[in-house]
């Protein structure tokens, strides 16, 4: 099935550093969801995206709806070690159709 | 958020029998329900489309007939395995809409393995 381009695959990152990461599409979505998952569960929602150019704050975590309505980010700030996982983004590309297409993950390892 | 709870979360059966995992939208009714399957290292994969009162609508490549989806009642959905296999062995997530294109809120996951 279809999936997004999500980068970067992996981090490893100190303490107290943010974090960055990216999704991008070839075409358009209507919404833009972000999850992280821990290992044998399922993932659960961060951060929920409906407009193009909206950006919207959970704590540390800012995520943002690409204007062009083909990509949007998630930054981390100040991490700390529960923070660990793998953070996938996920779109919805149009309404009428309830199905999400998710990105390939972002593994997010912290070093103390 | 809305609650989703999935169950069992871990499943162990032999080659040839059917496994049931449920699906349950605890504190808001679902009129559709989403199946995934997740590979080690891997992103999610959407298997089918489960639909209250009607047929599962399925995603390419997946066998209806192995997968089997009934969907009886607004908070509930389940997917059965049938005749499983070794190359069935997999992690199994479901996730519910509160709303209409909202977010869309996951189980725990069901982890089967088949020996």
């Known amino acids: 099935g279809q999936q997004l381009n999500q980068s970067p695959q992996s981090m490893f990152i100190q303490e107290g550093e943010d974090v960055s990461m990216n999704c991008t599409s070839s075409?358009?979505?209507?919404?833009w969801l972000w999850y992280k998952q821990e290992p044998g569960e399922g993932p659960v929602l961060l951060i929920a995206?409906?407009?193009?150019?909206e950006l919207t704050s959970n704590g540390r975590l800012t995520a943002q709806f690409g204007i062009t309505r083909k990509d949007s980010f998630l930054n981390i700030s100040a991490s700390i070690p529960s923070d660990v996982g793998i953070y996938f983004c996920a779109g919805r590309a149009f309404f009428g159709n309830e199905k999400l297409t998710f990105g390939t993950g972002t593994r997010l390892t912290i070093i103390p | 958020g809305a609650v989703v709870s999935q169950h069992p979360s871990r499943v162990i059966c032999k080659s040839g029998t059917s496994v049931k995992i449920e699906c349950r939208s605890l504190?808001?009714?679902?009129?559709?329900m989403f199946w995934y399957r997740q590979f080690p290292k891997k992103s999610l994969m959407l298997m089918a489309t489960s639909n209250e009162g009607s047929k599962a609508t399925y995603e390419q490549g997946v066998e209806k007939d192995k997968f089997l989806i009934n969907h009886a009642s607004l908070t509930l959905s389940t997917l059965t395995v049938t005749s499983a296999h070794p190359e069935d062995s997999s992690f199994y997530i479901c996730?519910?809409?509160?709303?209409?294109?909202?977010?869309?809120?996951f189980g725990q996951g069901t982890r089967l393995t088949v020996v």
């Open positions: 996730s519910a809409n509160e709303g209409s294109y909202t977010e869309a809120f």
């Open positions: 075409s358009i979505f209507n919404t």
């Open positions: 995206l409906y407009k193009a150019g």
């Open positions: 504190d808001f009714q679902a009129t559709t």
